[in-house]
């Protein structure tokens, strides 16, 4: 052994001292790989040094050293692992865990995929030839593969000697158990980000506003793991009917409609298989297993620069309520285990999330109606009662006064007419309630023209007393709904009757039945005390009465109309009024045709 070589020998291993102390100390993994490669180049002489990390079946070119300008590029640069440790370890020679391929046993088609230094080649049988290639795979401790060094332009060009095979040698399990403590580091600070991201969007519970608390939880989700972009949908509630909605860290969402429903689709089917994996995604390759919503992923991930990501349901047990995708670009790393588990509670936590801040507010919803139920069954108890004393009031005076001076004509009359008032309301009443409880009808076909005769023929003498014109325009061909045979006739008895008994004396009441659009349409139109804007807003509230003191002097309940669009509406139809005080209005129903309904 040369005295100049014990110096090399001991530059090394100082060189070799030092890396390996810097290495664990720092905490960087692309630092530490980068310390291992300028090591080999700096201190053991070589020209090129190149890492890759295995990552699955994959090697990601991480890392390399040397002077070489074009070697650059060579950075995440991915190859099939087989193609490598597989194929060029199978025909080369061991040195220790060195692996080394002389080029004249390379086949031609390796020979394409490999880096070739710019060198002459010599006829020097010990001369590195510029395709000789060498490889120092890198081990954990527990002889796990977890990555491969390829070195190039060995000191002077040489084929390395035994001595510097046992260098490198002694520098690639440095660098292999350098590498696994980096890696452990990575992954432990990995999941105590993660751990912390998961913990702050626990910590959501108890918001009231789901957007700001998922802008919250994918702002988390993004500072804690490498990402292109975040996106968080939440699915429409049926329901409640919200609209569907997105954001994203660091941008702000582009997904529109019609791709949510493709991937909503995906993942409900997966759901329903019982699969709620998050599923991973890679771009280059175009490998989407088991996505039917591939395409639009693709587009919506290219927006992003994406080359892969993950989508993960967003969700509680089986049900589906939103997604989760995070997307990464090239230079980002592939997910490891670790990040797929806790994308995947990440998604459940905000299914959490969505389930309880809709909980909460159909909660406050229910509870809203429910107090202004409790107010409108005082109101109604009150109006009712009032509704009740009056005539009664009334029947009870005239009563004594029959009592006290005989029977006098115009008690009779008072005494008929209340309680006639009383037997309104208390129909009227029972009308209201057997209405409020029905939800389905005896359906039957009806002529809406034969409907309107029968109602006018029965208003035709409290028509003529009152000096009030009345009209039929009668279709050309019978207009025919499928109704029920006693509650929409009622309907039409009261627009009509409420139009006799709202025009005074000289007017005129035009009634006409016609088909428009798959429905069928009565207008009942009079040219009578009309009703103003402010009471048009509660014209179809129960015990709603105008406040035109005119229309007051006329006897009548406020239930009439409550009760006819109940009914229009249990056929699937509606009632509309357009009016102007001291002009007139027109009433207008509608319900679906017989065949369309
Ligand atoms: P009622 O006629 O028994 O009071 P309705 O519910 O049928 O009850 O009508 C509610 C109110 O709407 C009536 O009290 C009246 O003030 C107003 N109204 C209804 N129809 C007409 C009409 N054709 N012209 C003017 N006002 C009307």
Redesign the pocket.
Same mark, same amino acid.
């Given at each position: 052994m040369t005295r100049s070589f014990d110096t090399f020998r001991a530059d090394v291993v100082r060189r070799l001292y030092e890396v390996i102390s810097r290495v664990n100390s720092s905490a960087d993994l692309n630092e530490v790989l980068q310390e291992i490669a300028q090591g080999v180049v700096e201190g053991l002489r070589y020209g090129v040094a190149a890492i890759s990390r295995l990552e699955g079946d994959t090697l990601v070119m991480s890392t390399v050293a040397g002077d070489e300008v074009d070697l650059a590029e060579l950075v995440g640069r991915r190859t099939p692992a087989e193609n490598v440790l597989g194929r060029e370890f199978s025909i080369a020679d061991h040195w220790g865990i060195l692996r080394f391929v002389p080029h004249d046993r390379l086949p031609p088609e390796q020979i394409e995929s490999l880096w070739v230094p710019d060198l002459e080649i010599s006829d020097d049988p010990d001369a590195w030839h510029p395709l000789d290639a060498l490889y120092a795979p890198l081990y954990s401790s527990t002889g796990e593969l977890l990555g491969n060094m390829a070195v190039d332009l060995p000191p002077d060009n040489k084929i390395p000697n035994r001595e510097q095979r046992e260098l490198l040698e002694m520098f690639a399990v440095q660098a292999g158990l350098a590498l696994e403590n980096a890696q452990r580091r990575d992954s432990l600070s990995r999941q105590v980000r993660l751990g912390e991201a998961l913990k702050q969007l626990a910590l959501l519970a108890g918001h009231v506003d789901l957007k700001s608390a998922l802008e919250e939880a994918a702002n988390a989700l993004s500072g804690a793991l490498p990402v292109a972009q975040v996106v968080v949908r939440c699915f429409a509630d049926n329901v409640e009917d919200h609209e569907d909605y997105a954001v994203g860290a660091p941008h702000p969402p582009r997904a529109p409609a019609d791709t949510v429903d493709l991937v909503r689709a995906d993942l409900v089917r997966h759901a329903a298989q019982g699969g709620q994996r998050p599923h991973l995604f890679s771009l280059p390759d175009d490998d989407f297993p088991g996505l039917a919503s591939a395409p639009v992923i693709r587009q919506q991930s290219e927006l992003f620069g994406g080359s892969h990501g993950l989508l993960a349901p967003v969700g509680v047990d089986r049900e589906v309520l939103g997604y989760l995708v995070v997307l990464r670009d090239e230079t980002q790393p592939r997910f490891e285990p670790e990040e797929v588990d806790a994308m995947h509670e990440a998604g459940r936590e905000l299914g959490r999330l969505v389930r309880d801040v809709r909980l909460r507010r159909t909660e406050r919803r229910l509870l809203a109606e429910l107090r202004e139920l409790d107010r409108y069954k005082g109101e109604l108890i009150a109006t009712i009662s009032h509704e009740l004393k009056t005539p009664l009031t009334s029947i009870i005076g005239h009563t004594e006064l029959l009592e006290e001076a005989g029977v006098q004509p115009t008690s009779v009359g008072a005494i008929s007419r209340n309680a006639a008032r009383l037997d309104r309301l208390v129909t @009227?009443l029972l009308n209201y309630s057997r209405i409020q409880g029905r939800h389905e009808l005896q359906r039957v076909p009806l002529d809406l023209g034969e409907a309107c005769h029968a109602s006018l023929e029965m208003l035709r003498i409290q028509a003529q007393t009152a000096d009030v014109d009345l009209h039929l325009v009668e279709p050309q061909t019978p207009v025919r709904v499928l109704g029920d045979a006693e509650e929409l006739p009622r309907v039409i008895d009261?627009?009509c009757s409420?139009?006799v008994?709202?025009?005074p004396a000289g007017g005129r009441i035009e009634v006409s039945v016609r088909a428009v659009n798959g429905r069928g349409e009565v207008r009942?139109a009079?040219t009578?005390?009309?009703?103003s804007s402010h009471?048009q807003m509660h014209?179809?509230s129960a015990f709603?009465?105008?406040t @035109?003191p005119q229309?007051?002097t006329?006897?009548?309940?406020?239930?009439?109309?409550?009760?006819?669009r109940t009914i229009a509406e249990l056929h699937g139809g509606d009632i509309t009024v357009e009016?102007e005080l001291g002009t007139?209005?027109v009433?207008t129903l509608r319900v679906p045709i017989a065949g369309d309904a």
């Open positions: @009227n009261n627009l409420n139009a008994k709202y025009t009942v009079d009578g005390l009309g009703i009471d014209l179809f709603h009465r105008s @035109n229309a007051l006329i006897p009548g309940t406020g239930l009439g109309l409550a009760i006819s009016s007139g209005s009433f």
